[in-house]
């Protein structure tokens, strides 16, 4: 099975991720955010470096999909190929960090990736709000995210919003701002629940 994380920067995706992994025995890919040479000069100037990061994403993650697809491996994905163009990428463009000609040559090169690959068998979804996103990128404490604005994470939320409403695959919700999984069992355990009914057809326990 392939299972997917989404959700915007900040909002415990990679913790959760280890922890489901850990929980249920599954194999973790993790975004490869670390390693990408554009990143730290895109927060520093994104108009100019945007496209460049974006299609470096993009790449990775198809890859990543692909080498999912092939797996026979129940793998748990830390973000998307899906989050890259439905979000990212509309986004930077929307405020003008990335030109209509680089938008729409990467919007191709995406519609063409996503005709060959399938949508996860469960995609969960950490919904957060922007007092909880900037609380918890200032904790990890990413020199290179301290200069992400505000209305940045507004308009990547907003764009969240707008791909969940019509996602069409499995999908699970979970409330990033009351449900703390990273620091309590039992609220790990409430998304597990939700996990074992959509995938395992169980009820959640009662109580």
């Known amino acids: 099975m392939h299972i997917a994380i989404a959700g915007n920067i900040g909002s415990g995706k990679t913790?959760?991720?280890?922890?489901l992994a850990k929980r249920y025995g599954w194999t973790p890919r993790f975004e490869p955010v670390?390693?990408?040479?554009?990143?730290a000069d895109?927060?520093?100037?994104?108009?100019?470096?945007?496209?460049?990061?974006?299609?470096?994403?993009?790449?990775?993650r198809f890859k990543e999909v692909v080498e999912i697809s092939q797996s026979s491996e129940t793998?748990?994905?830390?973000?998307?190929?899906?989050?890259?163009?439905?979000?990212?990428?509309?986004?930077?463009?929307?405020?003008?960090m990335m030109s209509d000609r680089d938008f729409e040559n990467y919007t191709d090169l995406f519609e063409l990736m996503?005709?060959?690959v399938k949508l996860p068998d469960l995609m969960i979804y950490i919904r957060s709000t922007?007092?909880?996103?900037v609380a918890q990128i200032q904790k990890r404490g990413r020199e290179y995210e301290q200069g992400i604005r505000i209305d940045y994470l507004e308009g990547l939320g907003r764009r969240y919003e707008e791909w969940i409403s019509?996602?069409?695959?499995?999908?699970?919700?979970?409330?990033?701002?009351?449900?703390?999984?990273?620091?309590?069992?039992?609220?790990l355990q409430k998304v597990t629940d939700m996990i074992d009914a959509k995938l395992f057809g169980l009820f959640?326990?009662?109580g």
């Not at 922007?130 to 996103?133: E, G």
């Open 34 to 39: 670390d390693n990408n040479p554009y990143l």
């Open 166 to 187: 019509t996602y069409k695959g499995n999908l699970i919700i979970v409330d990033g701002d009351t449900v703390k999984f990273g620091e309590s069992a039992e609220d």
């Open 204 to 206: 959640p326990m009662e």
């Open 114 to 116: 996503i005709s060959l």
């Open 42 to 60: 895109f927060y520093a100037d994104m108009k100019r470096w945007a496209f460049n990061t974006q299609i470096y994403f993009l790449n990775k």
């Open 75 to 96: 793998i748990i994905q830390d973000r998307t190929i899906f989050e890259d163009a439905r979000i990212f990428a509309p986004n930077l463009h929307a405020q003008g």
């Open 15 to 19: 913790t959760l991720t280890r922890l």
């Open 130 to 133: 922007i007092p909880t996103l």
